[in-house]
């Protein structure tokens, strides 16, 4: 049996649902969802949505949450995954070296990866995504092919060790897979490509 510990990585302005939403989640199958951020502190979360009528994300302030780590400080060898929440924070947070380091061993090693929405830039930034298929916000379509990546508008794409989605509203399906994902990682039942 591997780890049953799960990285969260945020930052100020990590968006609210894309959060916690997985954070819930890892507990409900006996996971220890680990929140990660720059420093070990309290983070400010914000909500965001495209209202009707607009054509840009509208965002309002939202929970807080604490970080449990700072980036510097992780063993990335504790940790049976890795999910790349969206908001404002991936623009913030990509260049710390610290991160960048830890999310290179996650590809590598071939870990479970979750990203949704902005994450993507994490992974973008990291030069983890060359050849890679995923989805993300719209706007950030760029920022994925730009850095090697293949965007695919969907819901959710698997490739490999990671499964991808658009917005918050892809939770569900990436949720689905990224669990079943991490279960076969903690129960020595996944197959290494």
């Known amino acids: 049996m591997t780890s049953n510990k799960a990285l969260i990585i945020v930052g100020d302005a990590t968006e609210t649902v ?3 939403y997985p ?3 890892l507990q409900e199958d006996g996971f220890i969802p680990v929140v990660a951020g720059p420093e070990k502190r309290q983070f400010q979360m914000v909500l965001h949505e495209v209202k009707p009528g607009w054509t840009i994300t509208r965002e309002w302030e939202g929970y807080t949450i604490e970080a449990d780590i700072a980036f510097k400080d992780i063993d990335v060898n504790e940790y049976a995954g890795i999910f790349f929440s969206g908001g404002r924070a991936p623009e913030y947070i990509r260049d710390d070296p610290d991160l960048i380091r830890i999310t290179q061993h996650f590809f590598d090693a071939n870990k479970p990866i979750a990203s949704i929405c902005h994450g993507v830039e994490i992974p973008a930034r990291a ?12 706007k950030c379509r760029f920022d994925l092919e ?3 990546g293949i965007f695919v508008d969907e ?12 917005t918050w509203h892809d939770h569900g ?5 990224w ?7 903690r129960d020595g039942l996944r197959k290494v490509a």
């Open 18 to 20: 894309d959060t916690l």
């Open 127 to 138: 030069d983890r995504v060359r050849g890679r298929k995923m989805s993300c916000v719209r």
């Open 146 to 148: 730009i850095c090697g």
């Open 23 to 25: 954070h819930l989640r």
């Open 179 to 185: 669990m079943a994902m991490l279960r076969a990682e």
């Open 173 to 177: 399906h990436v949720m689905r897979e």
């Open 155 to 166: 819901p959710f794409v698997v490739d490999g060790n990671m499964v991808s989605g658009r």
